[in-house]
């Protein structure tokens, strides 16, 4: 590696909107301040919801009702 043409890899303060704050290593000059991170993040805490907007499943769901119900039935040859 040549000396002098890379930047400075210092360990830096991340603090989030929801006052955690933790140590990561970084290029970044100075203390970050994030707005979200892994302890507030819905994905992270478990607390994450699928919104259902316009009923969209619903219309999804009864446009592919008819097709799903006759692959269920099986059709048996007679003896």
């Known amino acids: 590696m040549k000396a002098g043409i890379h930047p400075a890899y210092n360990e830096i ?3 989030c909107a929801c006052a955690h704050t933790f140590k990561t290593r970084s290029t970044h ?3 970050m301040r994030v707005e979200i ?5 819905p994905f992270f805490t478990g607390r ?5 907007t316009a009923g969209r499943i619903d219309r999804f769901e009864k446009k592919y009702a ?4 006759a692959k269920k039935v099986v059709v048996q040859p007679s003896a």
């Open 48 to 52: 994450q919801k699928l919104m259902d």
């Open 37 to 41: 991170c892994s302890a507030c993040h």
């Open 29 to 31: 000059k100075g203390d």
């Open 66 to 69: 008819v097709s799903r119900s």
């Open 13 to 15: 303060n991340v603090t």
